[in-house]
C-alpha cells in the first residue's frame, strides 16, 4: 500500500468516525441509549453511512472540473478554488481534516471503553 492510499483509508477513517460520533453521542443523549446499544441495534445503518461517506470520498473527484483528484493532499498549496473559499476562510485543510478524524477516532473508542467501565452512557444513556 502507496502513501496515497494510506491518506485515502485514514481520511476515509476519519470522516466515518466524525459523522458516526456526532450521531452516536446525539443519539445516546436524546434516546437514552448507549453507542454500544446502537452499534448492536444499527449495524445496517452504520454499513450504509460507511458506504454513503466512503463513495461520497472517492466518486465527486471522477467528474470535477478542477484540478484535484482523490487524494487530500494534493489540495495543499491551492487556493481560490470554488466551493473551498470558505474551508480556506477558516484555515481548514486536509491536515486539520485528518487530525478531527482521529481525534474522533480516538474520542469513540474511548467513550466505548468508559462505557464499558461504568456500564452506562457516557452522554445520558442508561443513567
Not at 9 to 21: H, Q, S
Not at 66 to 93: I, W
Request: proline content about 2%.
Amino acid at each position: 500500500m502507496n502513501d496515497e492510499e494510506r491518506v485515502m483509508m485514514e481520511t476515509i477513517a476519519g470522516r466515518c468516525a466524525m459523522v458516526g460520533y456526532a450521531v452516536g453521542a446525539s443519539r445516546e443523549a436524546t434516546e437514552a441509549t448507549t453507542m454500544a446499544a446502537q452499534t448492536q441495534t444499527g449495524a445496517i445503518d452504520i454499513l450504509v453511512v460507511v458506504c454513503v461517506v466512503a463513495w461520497a470520498s472517492v466518486k465527486p473527484f471522477e467528474f470535477n472540473p478542477q484540478e484535484y483528484d482523490r487524494n487530500p493532499m494534493n489540495l495543499k498549496g491551492k487556493s481560490g478554488m470554488s466551493g473551498f473559499l470558505a474551508m480556506e476562510a477558516l484555515n481548514l485543510n486536509c491536515d486539520v481534516e485528518r487530525a478531527h478524524g482521529r481525534m474522533a477516532m480516538v474520542g469513540f473508542a474511548g467513550t466505548a471503553l468508559i462505557e464499558l467501565v461504568l456500564g452506562r452512557g457516557v452522554f445520558g444513556g442508561g443513567w
